[in-house]
């Protein structure tokens, strides 16, 4: 941990270990409330957003009455973010793709159109109240569906083709808040839509305790034993994948603006559909699914933490109104396009919260409240897949080319 003083302003700069400190303490914190406040509970409000939000209130406080100025290292998250979907990628069975095939390229063309229609309103509301286009493009797509990696990839180009100041810091704001909100209002319509049509878990029972206890049962080593060997044989897959997914992209994609993470998951998509048609070696279900949690958790406690709060309150009275006409478009989208017409069941509704969230900020929001009402209802594989492949394969390439068209013809 450093100390330095800027502008007579002291910087604290938390190192990797402070940082995943506070994060534990900050998820037991949240269980905590959680278990205290019901209505969070009936939400199904994400235990980790939870507990790491009161941290980045406190850390927000510190800068606006500039006491101190909280810097938390990005590289950590970014690669507890790397483990994470290369582990999701690793679910991707050729069994599991063939069964969500059809509605994954459903739920990918619908996402698209959502996005187009995020870039109309930003340009719409920018040109109503005499801004800049391309400010409008930031508010919109870019900052909505887009997430802070391509937003922070848009900003400085954005910046020097236009030649005015503040966008990073609006367009960031807007990021900000709509993590926020994502991680507010995604798990609470998947609730309203388990009530309303009473939806019900078909796979339930996929990792229930008697299952568990009949696996510990014809295995001749003790469970914490194989367990054990399984969970490091997981993390030894992803290190290989994620070593070729950086040298791929480093070799093949460096004029194009495709996250390192998402050739990394396709390289795990290979592994795993290699070992299952080899029989090589073997992905354990079970390890997997402890391990994706586990970093999952760890990934959205330290974004809540990371949040930039303070950036929500420099935000203008009209940017905050078209945000807020977004989030009406993006939630009325995922009710009524994304759960009408990818099931109306509980993957469909699955997807919808997953599509929700995603379309706020990140994937990974989306993944995080999916999560939460699984802990709930039990797990669905499929519904968690199909937001993991489009949200992070698919629309990282196509989102891209999207907001490239879209800054060369506005």
Same mark, same amino acid.
């Given at each position: ?13 938390? !190192? ?27 939400? +199904?409000?994400?235990?980790p957003f939870i507990g ?12 606006? $009455? ?8 990005? !590289?950590?998250?970014?690669l507890i973010f790397q483990f ?8 991707? $069975? ?9 509605? +994954?390229?459903?739920?990918? +063309? ?5 996005? =187009? ?24 797509? &870019? ?42 209002? +995604? ?66 994609? /460096? $004029? ?20 299952? $048609? ?11 699914? /402890? ?12 974004? /809540? ?8 309150? !420099? ?21 009524? =396009? ?6 109306? !069941? ?50 990282? &390439? ?9 800054? /060369?013809?506005?």
């Open positions: 941990m450093d100390f330095t003083n800027v502008d007579g302003v002291l910087h604290i700069h938390l !190192d990797n270990f402070f940082i995943l400190g506070i994060a534990c303490l900050c998820y037991f914190l949240g269980r905590w409330i959680k278990s205290e406040i019901k209505l969070l509970q009936d939400l +199904s409000i994400p235990v790491g939000l009161p941290a980045a209130i406190v850390f927000a406080c510190l800068k606006i $009455s500039k006491t101190a100025v909280v810097v938390l290292n990005p !590289d950590l998250n970014a994470f979907l290369t582990m999701m990628a690793l679910m991707g $069975s050729w069994k599991l793709i063939k069964t969500g095939f059809v509605i +994954s390229i459903m739920f990918w +063309s619908f996402a698209m159109v959502l996005g =187009v229609l995020q870039a109309l309103i930003g340009l719409t509301a920018a040109q109503a109240l005499d801004m800049h286009q391309h400010l409008g493009l930031l508010m919109g797509t &870019i900052s909505m569906m887009g997430g802070t990696e391509t937003l922070s990839s848009f900003i400085p180009a954005v910046e020097q083709l236009d030649k005015f100041s503040g966008a990073a810091e609006a367009a960031l704001g807007v990021a900000t808040l709509g993590m926020v909100c994502s991680m507010m209002v +995604s798990a609470p319509m998947g609730e309203y839509l388990i009530k309303r049509y009473d939806l019900k878990n078909p796979s339930r029972t996929e990792f229930d305790n008697a299952r568990l206890i009949r696996s510990i049962q014809r295995s001749t080593k003790p469970f914490y034993q194989t367990h054990t060997v399984e969970c490091i044989k997981i993390i030894a897959i992803c290190f290989v994948c994620m070593a070729l997914g950086h040298l791929i992209n480093q070799k093949l994609f /460096t $004029s194009v603006l495709i996250p390192d993470y998402t050739v990394c998951m396709v390289c795990a998509l290979i592994a795993r559909n290699f070992a299952d $048609s080899t029989g090589w070696f073997s992905v354990d279900g079970l390890a997997l699914r /402890t391990m994706t949690k586990i970093f999952l958790i760890l990934f959205i406690l330290v974004s /809540t933490c990371a949040l930039q709060l303070d950036l929500i309150f !420099d935000l203008s009275a009209p940017i905050i109104a078209v945000f807020f006409l977004e989030l009406i478009v993006n939630v009325l989208f995922a009710r009524f =396009v994304y759960f009408n017409l990818l099931g109306k !069941d509980f993957r469909g509704m699955l997807i919808a919260v997953g599509g929700l969230a995603f379309s706020m900020g990140m994937a990974a929001n989306g993944l995080s409240n999916m999560q939460s009402l699984c802990e709930k209802y039990g797990p669905n594989t499929d519904g968690f897949l199909v937001v993991c492949v489009v949200g992070l394969i698919l629309l990282a &390439i196509s989102n891209t080319l999207l907001i490239k068209f879209l800054l /060369t013809i506005f």
